[in-house]
């Protein structure tokens, strides 16, 4: 029974294995994930890994070297955080914009991943993020507004962002250790779809379509990721051909009633609550996680991994009560 996570913190990594692990430790990244029990690593290909805007972004990078260059406070988080800040209001901003050097792929880190894989272990291609990043470089009520008022910059917005995350797949995708793609990217809230279904279906989804031709062409296994309630959204992303989806959120989600609905057409990911793992206790912890193999892995189509990712806040001794428990009932047949 597979284990999976899009993301884990390196704080968390590092109190596993005992010693520090860093963005620029690939050696500590590998021995993390393989001696957690995962058969993957994920490595992004793009602009933004999942999770929240980081420092190690290229992204990041691309706004703090060269868009602010010059200014004083260029390294303040509050400056360069996209989360805190938009850089795209207008389309002169857009024609001003580094894209060129946002675009950039660092092709040097999925080799030297690569050669320290473990036999049987890939690499996770980390995709996606063109709705994210397109709001959270215009700012998200700008984008909201300008949908309606004037979709025409919202479309270059996206296409931009859509055809830098596409190319950065397209470099990747044939390289001789990737084994999936993960497609991230939120496009709910608790009560529905941030956007219309047809708003989605006009300047987004296109742009996973392409993806997952790549994925087909290269014969690899494409997983998608989004919190909220997608109930309006289910058959457009079953459409583009996933394999797995991620993590039928469990603060709004009911993975039994998914897995009873669409659990013959794809495998579900996840769902172990990150609360729990945050605030309950290792016995809780491993009680769900049984209830979720006993209900859910009968048959295959279920891997078990947290709600949403693994943040430092998180209880080590509870992360590893969830990995220790599904290692040892989550194996076929399941007999919980």
Not at 109 to 133: E, N
Request: with cysteine; proline share 5%; aromatic share 10%.
């Amino acid at each position: 029974m597979p284990l999976v996570e899009a993301s884990v913190d390196f704080a968390i990594m590092s109190r596993f294995l005992g010693r520090p692990v860093t963005d620029n430790d690939l050696a500590g990244q590998v021995a993390f994930w393989s001696a957690a029990g995962y058969d993957y690593i994920p490595v992004t290909a793009g602009m933004m890994p999942p999770g929240g805007v980081n420092q190690y972004s290229q992204i990041s990078r691309t706004i703090r070297d060269v868009v602010l260059r010059d200014t004083p406070d260029r390294d303040d988080e509050a400056s360069w955080n996209l989360e805190q800040r938009a850089f795209i209001l207008s389309e002169a901003d857009f024609e001003a914009f580094p894209w060129e050097e946002a675009a950039r792929v660092d092709l040097d880190r999925f080799d030297r991943t690569g050669s320290f894989l473990p036999p049987g272990m890939k690499i996770v291609v980390m995709s996606g993020k063109v709705f994210t990043l397109s709001w959270l470089l215009m700012g998200f009520e700008n984008f909201c507004a300008n949908t309606m008022a004037n979709s025409r910059f919202v479309q270059r917005v996206v296409d931009q962002v859509g055809r830098i995350q596409l190319d950065a797949l397209r470099q990747v995708g044939a390289l001789p250790h990737v084994g999936a793609v993960w497609i991230v990217d939120d496009l709910a809230f608790g009560s529905g779809p941030i956007l219309r279904p047809a708003a989605f279906r006009r300047f987004i989804f296109p742009w996973y379509e392409e993806m997952a031709a790549v994925c087909r062409a290269h014969g690899l296994y494409l997983f998608f990721h989004t919190d909220g309630i997608l109930w309006d959204l289910m058959e457009d992303l079953i459409g583009l051909g996933i394999h797995a989806l991620h993590p039928i959120d469990p603060t709004c989600m009911d993975i039994e009633k998914a897995k009873r609905r669409i659990g013959g057409r794809v495998c579900l990911f996840g769902n172990i609550a990150n609360d729990l793992l945050a605030e309950g206790t290792s016995e809780e912890v491993a009680d769900l996680v049984k209830k979720r193999l006993k209900v859910l892995a009968p048959g295959g189509g279920y891997c078990l991994g947290s709600g949403n990712s693994v943040p430092a806040w998180t209880r080590i001794e509870n992360y590893r009560a969830m990995l220790d428990t599904a290692l040892l009932y989550g194996r076929y047949p399941i007999r919980i």
